[in-house]
């Protein structure tokens, strides 16, 4: 997904003055993703063709035909813009709160140890809890509306994100720090113009595998009870017997997923263009 | 800028690290302005210790490091480094990381001034890749633009050339002679290399290990441009290879085999 996103922003001016390396760049451009759609798209003709050849009746499964009309039928009725609403709305209130937390929390530990030592073991005794063990507190303590799918959402997000924070900072290069030192850059000027930059990319990912864990525990917040949302078709379907309704659910999940994906990476593809990484090989600089 | 500059004094520098370590016993010199000093010595004599203290990267133990008569506990704007690794950041062009610490000037006074430190190391093409694409020599040359760019009194070298090979080792070596001839800096420069210490340097400092200390000073006022080849410079080569085997307590070797083996005239 980064790929196909990393490699769609090619300068005009490059492509013009490397023909023979820009044919090639535009061909693996549409290729790659192609290549990718295959497989799922043998399967579903696959599936398609033997419903329709009646070599199964396609009830526990739908044939791609049937969730397409499902999607449309939910799609002209409204009903699915309301429940991918309800659920977006969730995940990122949830990620917007759970990265707050984990970034300060992850800065904090990460920039002082006295602050790691004092927090730390805390931290990472509550992340051996599985997430989902808390539900029972939290709709106690919160209710079982909106602040407890919230909560269980920003927890989920909370700990990769501080994880990753911690880390980073941890592991910047003592030497690149000193390059900053020597230019008596200390404070704030310090972490601005040498920590933040350094911590970037590492940053990114921890958002990424945050925002991952977000559309994973807002499904297990929607389990719980919940009159609209995404998670709530999966449940309906389930309940009234439509497995057309949980594909088509499940396939908006997917699509959402890889859109909020996308548009991180998106957002911080300019800014990492410098990477020296092995998977960089080939995208453009 | 050159009328009244500043000396370098280290008076009585001590270092000793949290270990127990002595790395630097009661070290004494005084630096002229615009005097290019050599520091050679064994592998842990405290030569980069004595570097670091000079930079205010490190304080000393006991004694003093001053310039103009300014402590410095901290790192100065009249004193620069380039470390034995270019330290380029990644995350800035070349031409961003030479302009790196002029963050206070005006954007079109910095771009001016980067690109003129640009076009003196020869990579005034260079001013918009990424670090990444720049070989060794190039990126330690970037390195030494950075550093000279504030236009420092002081510029301190830490074994600046030691990943190069032998042929861009010479080529920097002339080149920091040229950036050197432009304002005249003071240059501590550390190195392992003896034909290095003796092209560039007015004076080297031998130090000796455990705890580390100056052993001996050797003047070396040959006239620039010093002739690698000449006999002049193959006798001040020779002193100071005597002086270094002094220093580790060995025997004398007879140095004239350096001149036909490059190789021994790189000193470990
Ligand atoms: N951060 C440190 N903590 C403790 N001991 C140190 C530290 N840095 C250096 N030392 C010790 O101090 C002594 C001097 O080290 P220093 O790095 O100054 O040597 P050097 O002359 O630069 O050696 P080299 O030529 O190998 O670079 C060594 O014995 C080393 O082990
Ligand atoms: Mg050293």
């Known amino acids: ?285 | 800028m050159s009328e009244q500059r500043d000396m370098l004094v280290l008076d009585h520098v001590s270092k000793v690290y949290p270990n127990g370590v002595h790395a630097l016993e009661t070290v004494s010199v005084t630096v002229k302005p615009g005097e290019i000093l050599a520091i050679v010595g064994g592998s842990g004599c405290g030569k980069s210790t004595l570097l670091r203290a000079v930079s205010g990267l490190d304080v000393a133990s006991s004694g003093d490091v001053t310039l103009g008569g300014v402590t410095i506990h901290a790192p100065h704007e009249k004193i620069g480094i380039v470390f034995q690794e270019p330290r380029l950041l990644p995350w800035l062009t070349v031409a961003d990381n030479v302009g790196f610490g002029l963050e206070d000037l005006s954007s079109a006074e910095r771009e001016t001034r980067v690109r003129a430190a640009l076009a003196r190391v020869g990579l005034a093409d260079k001013a918009s890749v990424w670090p990444r694409e720049l070989s060794g020599g190039q990126a330690q040359r970037v390195a030494l633009a950075r550093a000279l760019v504030p236009r420092p009194e002081v510029l301190l070298l830490d074994e600046p050339f030691s990943a190069l090979d032998a042929f861009t080792r010479a080529d920097l070596q002339d080149h920091l002679l040229d950036l050197w001839a432009d304002s005249r800096p003071t240059l501590l420069l550390v190195t392992h290399d003896v034909d290095e210490a003796v092209v560039l340097a007015d004076r080297v400092l031998v130090m000796r290990p455990r705890p580390g200390r100056i052993f001996e000073a050797i003047d070396c006022d040959l006239p620039r441009p010093r002739d690698r080849q000449s006999a002049a410079f193959d006798f001040a080569k020779r002193r100071v290879l005597a002086a270094l085997d002094r220093s580790l307590d060995r025997k004398s070797q007879d140095h004239a085999e350096t001149k036909a083996d490059p190789g021994a005239a790189m000193w470990w």
């Open chain 1, 1 to 285: 997904m980064s790929f196909a996103l990393m490699t769609g922003v090619t300068s005009d001016s490059e492509t013009t003055a490397r023909p023979q390396v820009a044919r090639t760049r535009r061909f693996g451009r549409w290729s790659r993703p192609l290549l990718g759609l295959l497989v799922p798209l043998v399967l579903a003709v696959g599936w398609e063709l033997a419903v329709r050849a009646g070599f199964s009746n396609g009830r526990l499964m739908p044939p791609p035909s049937v969730i397409l009309q499902t999607l449309y039928d939910l799609a002209q009725s409204g009903e699915l813009w309301r429940h991918s609403v309800a659920t977006v709305l969730r995940v990122a209130v949830g990620f917007g709160i759970g990265v707050v937390a984990g970034t300060l929390l992850g800065a904090l530990a990460g920039y002082s140890a006295l602050t790691r030592r004092l927090l730390d073991p805390t931290l990472q005794a509550l992340r051996a809890i599985p997430s989902i063990a808390w539900v029972p507190l939290f709709i106690l303590w919160l209710g079982i509306f909106e602040a407890s799918k919230v909560t269980l959402i920003a927890v989920g997000v909370f700990f990769p994100v501080y994880l990753g924070v911690m880390g980073a900072i941890m592991s910047v290069d003592r030497k690149i720090v000193e390059v900053g030192r020597a230019f008596r850059l200390s404070g704030f000027a310090l972490v601005r113009r040498i920590l933040l930059p350094a911590v970037l990319p590492s940053y990114i990912v921890a958002l990424r595998s945050g925002l991952g864990l977000g559309w994973m525990f807002v499904v297990a917040a929607e389990f719980l009870g919940a009159s609209e949302g995404l998670g709530y078709l999966l449940i309906d379907g389930q309940q009234l017997g439509k497995p057309a309704q949980i594909v088509a659910a499940i396939i908006t999940f997917a699509i959402l997923g890889k859109i909020a994906d996308g548009l991180i990476v998106a957002t911080a593809t300019p800014f990492l263009r410098w990477e020296d990484r092995f998977g960089a090989r080939g995208e453009p600089a």
